[in-house]
């Protein structure tokens, strides 16, 4: 039966009942109504959120890179607001807390000791840490990370923000853009749920020599040795060239097969690469964000980001210097990429070749 008929029917079926009914019920009904049509139009934005449809990750970019967060700064308001803002998507998403304490909103709390400050000597910020559990192998990892901190208004002794102190730098591609990317995991994985543990690590002080990383490796809320991967994700909106690098898979060439793969369908072409062990060796990007502390202590892992660009770490790193079809097109591409690493572990894809060493960096 077509829909409009079925329509049809109950509203004759529903008038015939209304007109059969005694004063007062029509006047209960008539409250009923309205106190339905006041509670929608009064209903205040905080208390409905739950209810609401998460945002798409280009929202989710949008809001974090928006002048309302500050440039979100390590300590500022504007990274304690960005701090609170995930941690609801992560709520919405329903994904388990890995906070520092039972009920603490994912909270892992991170005290940066800042030397170059000129204001104080400690920063208070914070990783926010989530996980969905996996269905075969819930004691293995894998973990994605993001940086969420920026670069705020520029430090006066930021060897970055110098020219620009004042000016918010809104980091829409670094790093909003991998946040959004760990996000858009979190969705995938929640209605395709993964063979292991997914962690969702987004981090705080990478701008300040990546402290979160370091912090969450020297004091993990699961043993380390069962982290299977990190994925780490820090520019990944602006591959205006066409092309995202694979960081990390000269150490496990083993990764390479089921990441390429992955962008076997892409609009992005996935290069491997500048993962030479100095840095100084064909511009290796090895030591530069969150992947290297999870490196240093034997952990594989694989960083996508995209080439520099002129406005790297300038207050012009705006989400309107982002193609929209290139940003959903890298997302689509990460999720892909980890969706298979996560099918092939222990069944076509063992990482042995590497020495796993042991070297815990100091926060
Ligand atoms: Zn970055």
């Known amino acids: ?43 205040q934005p905080g208390e409905s959120s739950d209810v609401l449809p998460p945002p798409a990750p280009w929202e989710v970019m949008r809001t974090l890179s928006s002048d309302a967060f500050g440039g979100r700064g390590t300590a500022e308001p504007g990274g304690q607001k960005s ?33 170059k400050s000129a204001w104080t000597d400690t920063l208070h910020g914070g990783n926010v840490c989530g996980m969905i559990r996996g269905s075969e192998n819930p004691e293995r990892y ?54 292991h543990s997914i962690i969702f690590l987004a981090t705080d002080g990478e701008e300040l020599g990546l402290k979160g990383a370091k912090q969450w490796v020297a004091d993990p809320p699961v043993p380390l040795e069962q982290v299977l991967l990190n994925v780490n994700l820090d520019m990944v909106a602006r591959a205006d060239n066409g092309s995202i690098w694979a960081v990390g898979t000269r150490f496990h060439k083993g990764l390479r097969e089921p990441l390429r793969a992955a962008a076997d369908s892409s609009a992005l072409e996935l290069r491997f690469g500048r993962d030479a062990r100095v840095n100084w060796v064909g511009n290796s990007w090895l030591a530069v964000s969150d992947h290297y502390p999870f490196h240093r202590a034997g952990v594989p892992f694989v960083y996508f980001g995209v080439d520099d660009h002129p406005d790297y770490h300038e207050p012009t790193d705006d989400i309107e210097r982002i193609d929209r079809a290139t940003f959903e097109a890298s997302m689509d591409l990460i999720v892909a990429a980890v969706a298979k690493l996560d099918a092939e572990f222990g069944e076509t894809l063992t990482l042995t070749e590497g020495k796993r060493r042991r070297i815990v960096p100091k926060p």
């Open 1 to 43: 039966m077509p829909l409009h008929a079925q329509e049809t029917a109950f509203g004759i079926k529903s008038r015939l009942m209304i007109d059969r009914m005694s004063n007062t019920a029509r006047n209960v009904l008539l409250f009923y109504f309205c106190f339905c049509a006041c509670q929608a139009v009064f209903a």
């Open 142 to 195: 894998i973990v994605v990370t993001a940086h969420y901190d920026h670069l705020g208004e520029g430090r006066a002794n930021s060897a970055y923000g110098k020219r620009h102190v004042g000016a918010i730098h809104n980091g829409a591609d670094d790093n909003a853009s991998g946040v959004a990317g760990v996000y858009a995991l979190a969705q995938y994985f929640r209605e395709h749920p993964p063979r």
């Open 83 to 115: 701090r609170k803002y995930i941690s609801q998507l992560y709520r919405q998403l329903d994904l388990l807390d890995l906070g520092a304490a039972e009920g603490t909103a994912y909270d892992r709390p991170l005290a940066v000791k800042a030397r």
